[in-house]
Structures are given as C-alpha cells and as structure tokens.
C-alpha cells in the first residue's frame, strides 16, 4: 500500500489559527485561570502552541481516550487509558481536541465530566467534520472546518506515523 500525503493546512496558517483562538479564549476568560484538558495524543501539539498565546493563568492535564486504534475509522469503542490527575471541581476547564469527527468519543467524554462539577466546560477543537457528526456536540472553539478526509500532521497520526508533520495533510492509500 502507498501513502500519499498532500498539504491541506499549511503551518504559517495553522499558527496564524492558533493564536487567533487563543485570543477568544483571552477575551472569554479575562480575569479568570482556565485549565485545560489535552486529550493525547493527537491533541499535544494543538495544546502545547494554544497555551504559548494564552495570557490568562493556565493549568493543564492530560488524558489519553480513543476510539481509533490503528485504523481509518472510528471503532465506535471509546477507551480512557489515562484518566485527570487533578480535580475539575469549579475550575474552567476546556477540553483540547485535534479533531470532533463523529462527536462519540466528546459526548461521552462531556458527559463523563460534568459529573466532576467544573464551574464551566467547553470544547476547543483545532479541526471539525460536521458531516461526519452521529452525537450532538457543540464545539465552542473551532480552528477549521474540513471535509471528509483522512488527516495527518500537527499531532493527528495514522497508525502512529506523520504526527511530526508541521502542517495538516490528507492522507491517501493507494494499491502499489
């Protein structure tokens, strides 16, 4: 099988993404301190740039929560390998995700949270698929919109490969 990778979202771009949502999150937290959730692994690269532009107090924590695994698809079979290590409790938390594709693994993760009593809970996402979308979630901040394509780079992976890339690409598999 070969793989073919072609630049959907360059990196000055990206950046130039990144920090203009970063100042929404400036603006809405303004006087506050915001923790941040990364969800790993696709999303570190996302969080580490997003916080470099935060000027708020920021915290942060990781977890680690798929429904991937090696595959193109999701396997609709959400697994938590890492949970929190610091309590949520009436903390402004916002989840940082690389991609809100089918919305299951958000849904299930927002639903699995609130039950910790944040003072708020929002969803930064750098990439959004609503076609894709089978759970209602609302993404309250949105690096870019895509269509329906494999996507590779600035964290995202196939089958653990092309997270260095420091911009978005498609991936396509093509018979050798």
Known sequence: ????????????????????????????????????????????????????????????????????????????????????TIDIKNREVIIIEDIVDSGRTLSYLVHMLKKREPASLKICSMLDKPDRRESQVVVDFTGFEIEDHFVVGFGLDYA?????????????????
């Not at 929404?24 to 470099?52: D, R, W």
């Not at 490969?161 to 911009?167: D, E, G, I, K, V």
Request: proline letters at 2%; hydrophobic letters at 40%.
């Open 1 to 84: 099988m070969k793989e073919e990778v072609s630049v959907l979202i360059d990196e000055e771009t990206l950046i130039e993404r990144v920090k203009a949502l970063a100042e929404q999150i400036n603006q809405e937290y303004a006087g506050k301190k915001v923790h941040l959730i990364c969800i790993l692994k696709g999303s570190v690269f996302f969080t580490c740039e997003l916080a470099k532009y935060i000027k708020v107090p920021v915290t942060m924590d990781f977890m680690c929560v798929s429904s991937y695994g090696d595959g193109m698809t999701s396997s609709g079979c959400i697994t938590i390998s890492q949970d929190l």
């Open 160 to 176: 653990q490969r092309y997270r260095n890339l420091p911009y978005i690409g498609v991936l396509r598999l093509e018979e050798a």
